[in-house]
């Protein structure tokens, strides 16, 4: 459930309804790591709504440390396909190691290009 004060993004170029509010942005690195990410035109979200993104996978299979391997899928508008922002992951099933059974839209870091966003007057 959002606040009264909440902000509710749609996409920049269409205006379609991202489902993101404000309320649901990663502020727990508020702080000099978020400064940096706000100088370089991206914040973080917690989670975003599958249905409202397209999402293609971008896999790099080799191990980003021992053991671990990551993997970036663009979220793309639905509606339009521009370029929202990024879904982090540590992934072996995209790399063939595992079963693809889990979800793909269970990012460890998601972050969204401000420019591609702009507020909606609704929820």
Known sequence: MSQPD???Y??????????????NRATSSIGSKYSKSINKGS???LSI??????QVDEVNCLPI????????????CRSCGVLI???YG??????????????ASSYKKITVKIRALQPSGSI
Not at 10 to 23: E, P, V
Not at 49 to 54: G, Q
Not at 90 to 103: I, Q, R
């Open 6 to 8: 909440d902000v509710s």
């Open 10 to 23: 749609s996409c920049g170029s269409c205006g379609y309804a991202l489902n993101l509010t404000s309320s």
């Open 43 to 45: 914040i973080s979200f």
């Open 49 to 54: 709504d599958p249905s409202r993104f397209t």
């Open 65 to 76: 440390t021992w053991g671990r391997y990551r993997s970036k899928s663009k979220l793309l």
């Open 85 to 87: 922002g990024y879904g």
């Open 90 to 103: 540590d992934s072996t099933a995209l790399c063939g190691l595992e079963s693809p059974t889990s979800s």
